[in-house]
């Protein structure tokens, strides 16, 4: 009975998981506020929180963890749907050509970048989508992954390959871009 708080945080549960994930989000979220000359990265640490926990080895329910992430993907696309979404066909009438292109252009270059890395590695392709989509930080795009590998029964890899390709990929896709926007910052003006 006097361990029921110890068992809280080692036992697998319902419980337990909805506990880790909470404590993982709000850690990051503090850390998110950090800023680092003068750079915050904001909900970032809830990624890098969940990783560090990851690697010392704390566990959770799987099935909570399927349904958190299917429901974390569903507020997700809500979300993003409604900021996008008013804007979104005024947007075509302005600019529509020409952001569909841009965009067509810069999805196939990264394809087309994964493709030759593919070749050049011979990774299992699952796990360069891991990575690439680690690398521009789209976490969708891994969650599509993997319910491709388990929609079609992919055989030679493992899920959780897919999201350590990811994980790894991600920090350099978020220091990247940061990166890019000071150069661009220090030498537009």
Excluded: C
Excluded at 6 to 33: K, Y
Excluded at 48 to 63: H, K, N, P, Q, W
Excluded at 113 to 119: A, N
Excluded at 127 to 142: E, F, K
């Amino acid at each position: 009975m006097n361990n029921w708080f110890t068992e809280l945080f080692t036992n697998n549960s319902i419980a337990q998981s909805v506990l880790i994930f909470g404590l993982v989000i709000a850690v990051g979220i503090w850390l998110g506020r950090l800023k680092i000359g003068g750079i915050a990265l904001g909900v970032t640490w809830v990624l890098f929180t969940g990783m560090f926990l990851s690697y010392l080895g704390i566990a959770v329910d799987e099935r909570t963890e399927h349904f958190l992430k299917e429901f974390g993907l569903v507020l997700f696309v809500y979300s993003i749907g409604l900021q996008v979404g008013p804007g979104f066909f005024a947007s075509l009438k302005k600019s529509a050509f020409h952001n569909n292109l841009l965009a067509i252009i810069t999805v196939s270059l990264g394809v087309l970048v994964t493709i030759i890395l593919y070749y050049a590695s011979r990774n299992h392709i699952s796990v360069m989508a891991g990575i690439m989509s680690g690398a521009v930080t789209n976490t969708p795009g891994l969650a599509a992954a993997q319910a491709a590998v388990s929609d079609l029964h992919i055989t030679g890899t493992d899920r959780s390959l897919i999201t350590l390709a990811y994980a790894v990929a991600y920090p350099f896709g978020v220091f990247g871009i940061i990166g890019s926007l000071l150069l661009l910052k220090k030498y537009s003006g």
